[in-house]
């Protein structure tokens, strides 16, 4: 069971590192470390990306790195479409979940090796609130169907669409995925007592416990690295994971 500590731990750092990623990793490590079944390890993960990520989200806070504008307009419509696509999972394969769960890693690989552009602004500029709440609703159907955060399209989107800085889009991102998270997994909680299962607490406060610990160290190894390296160098790894993901499922 170590393993699955250590992939925990890789969980939480992730998370301090890039500000997005963790929840990407919490399905794999779930399901080839601790042997869950694919709609448990989905449902759970959103249970531990809810704690690690709202506890992640308090250091921006205190310092106001939070953009409340873009909170609102993104995650309101990230949370209803979470929620519609917690509720959508029942009519689909865990296995269906997990082949679309290995087309966002690869997506999400692609966008981190290919990132060229650094907006950075020392104030917000005006935000299209249409685009957000569009694009908040698509981001929410996939984490309620797959269970990542989206902090690898909700960053992105806070920097180029929005016009915030780069601190102050990972402060607002993790409390979207904090929000989104929370509702997702209480609709889980109904979809798996209508499949006969249940959620495993003691693993979720363990791995939750274990995460947030990561992101703290992840935070402090941010601030000596380069960011560029690291997205390149984590967007391969998610590659060769969907690719495998894929593979033992086809």
């Excluded at 029942?90 to 679309?100: A, E, F, R, V």
């Excluded at 160290?217 to 960011?227: A, D, W």
């Amino acid at each position: 069971m170590w393993l699955a500590w250590c992939g925990a731990l890789l969980i939480g750092i992730s998370l301090g590192l890039l500000g997005s990623g963790g929840s990407i990793l919490t399905v794999p490590v779930l399901i080839y470390l601790v042997g869950e079944p694919e709609k448990l390890a989905i449902a759970e993960s959103l249970g531990i990306v809810a704690a690690i990520s709202f506890i992640g989200s308090i250091p921006y806070v205190i310092k106001k790195e939070v953009h409340w504008v873009s909170l609102i307009f993104f995650g309101i419509p990230g949370m209803i479409g979470t929620y519609g696509g917690a509720s959508l999972s029942q009519y689909i394969s865990g296995n269906t979940q997990l082949m679309i769960f290995a087309g966002v890693m690869i997506i999400a690989a692609f966008m981190m090796i290919r990132e060229r552009t650094k907006v950075s602004y020392k104030k917000p500029a005006s935000i299209p609130k249409w685009v957000l709440v569009i694009e908040g609703l698509a981001v929410g159907v996939l984490t309620g169907l797959v269970g990542v955060g989206g902090g690898f399209l909700i960053i992105p989107a806070l920097v180029l669409i929005g016009g915030l800085s780069m601190r102050v889009a990972v402060g607002t991102s993790l409390l979207i995925i904090t929000l989104k998270s929370i509702l997702g997994f209480y609709k889980y909680i109904d979809v798996l007592a209508m499949e006969g299962l249940e959620m495993n607490w003691e693993l979720i406060g363990v791995f939750s416990l274990i995460g947030i610990a990561g992101s703290f160290v992840g935070n402090k190894i941010s601030q000596k690295v380069p960011q560029k390296q690291l997205k390149t160098g984590f967007g391969y790894f998610l590659m060769v994971m969907g690719a495998y993901i894929i593979y033992t499922n086809f």
